[in-house]
């Protein structure tokens, strides 16, 4: 018989294993429309839902709200520019299982174009901790800058570059800094939004930043969200 055992919830098997991992869960985007939505998207327990959203309406500077089946996601990272191409990280740690849901995306006066992109993510604490972002640049090699070096392991690095361009037909590019290119999202030729989307599971952790070199030069917003 076995007798002095305490309490086990700091035992290793209760402890998260194994490294992250990211799965595409594919885009969606509009013209002259006060909201955009991807349907079908399955997400569970303790998943990370990223949304990366990009946009432009001139005059005015407009930032969109962002929902999966009516669970609000939390604003991470923006930058709202009147005239220019806008972009912003949402993120949502997932409490319940939801099944064949919508995310949708909506402003209080419609963008002129708007596209999103969306991600999971497995075995992270869903802390948001840093996002960098600079003003939009008509450039072939957006940069957000540096995050910090937080030392935390497991962790995440998510970037999304934002272009008022064709993604048909314009050059991917290439990402920088160990940076895993991930989805694009463009609707279409004429409509200018292309969405591209990197990330990376820094181990040990480093900084890190939304850079691509040799796009075709586009109005462009980058951004980078650093989770643990």
Same mark, same amino acid.
């Given at each position: 018989?076995?007798?002095?055992?305490?309490?086990?919830?700091?035992?290793?098997?209760?402890?998260?294993?194994?490294?992250?991992?990211?799965?595409?869960?594919?885009?969606?985007?509009?013209?002259?429309?006060?909201? %955009?939505?991807?349907?079908?998207?399955?997400?569970?327990?303790? $998943?990370?839902?990223?949304?990366?959203?990009?946009?432009?309406?001139?005059?005015?500077?407009?930032?969109?709200?962002?929902? %999966?089946?009516?669970?609000?996601?939390?604003?991470?990272?923006?930058?709202?520019?009147?005239?220019?191409?806008?972009?912003?990280?949402?993120?949502?740690? %997932?409490?319940?299982?939801?099944?064949?849901?919508?995310?949708?995306?909506?402003?209080?006066?419609?963008?002129?174009?708007?596209?999103? %992109?969306?991600?999971?993510?497995?075995?992270?604490?869903?802390?948001?901790?840093?996002?960098?972002?600079?003003?939009?640049?008509?450039?072939?090699?957006? $940069?957000?800058?540096?995050?910090?070096?937080?030392?935390?392991?497991?962790?995440?690095?998510?970037?999304?570059?934002?272009?008022?361009?064709?993604?048909?037909? $314009?050059?991917?590019?290439?990402?920088?800094?160990?940076?895993?290119?991930?989805?694009?999202?463009?609707?279409?030729?004429?409509?200018?939004?292309?969405?591209?989307?990197?990330?990376?599971?820094?181990?040990?952790?480093?900084?890190?930043?939304?850079?691509?070199?040799?796009?075709?030069?586009?109005?462009?917003?980058?951004?980078?969200?650093?989770?643990?």
């Amino acid at each position: 018989m076995l007798t002095g055992i305490g309490t086990p919830t700091a035992w290793p098997f209760f402890q998260r294993r194994g490294r992250p991992s990211i799965t595409a869960l594919g885009g969606a985007g509009g013209s002259g429309v006060l909201s %955009i939505a991807r349907a079908g998207v399955t997400v569970a327990v303790d $998943d990370l839902l990223l949304v990366g959203v990009g946009w432009y309406r001139n005059p005015t500077t407009l930032l969109p709200t962002c929902n %999966i089946d009516g669970n609000a996601l939390t604003l991470n990272v923006q930058r709202n520019t009147s005239a220019r191409i806008s972009g912003a990280i949402f993120s949502l740690l %997932i409490a319940a299982p939801l099944v064949n849901k919508t995310i949708t995306v909506t402003w209080t006066a419609a963008p002129t174009h708007a596209a999103l %992109i969306a991600s999971k993510v497995n075995l992270l604490a869903g802390n948001f901790v840093e996002g960098v972002t600079v003003a939009p640049a008509l450039t072939a090699n957006p $940069d957000s800058g540096l995050t910090a070096d937080w030392g935390t392991d497991p962790s995440l690095h998510w970037g999304l570059v934002a272009n008022q361009g064709d993604a048909l037909a $314009d050059n991917l590019g290439a990402w920088q800094n160990a940076m895993q290119a991930g989805q694009r999202y463009g609707q279409a030729l004429g409509v200018t939004i292309d969405l591209k989307e990197g990330y990376r599971f820094p181990l040990p952790s480093t900084t890190g930043r939304a850079q691509i070199l040799g796009q075709t030069t586009r109005w462009s917003v980058p951004l980078i969200a650093y989770y643990e």
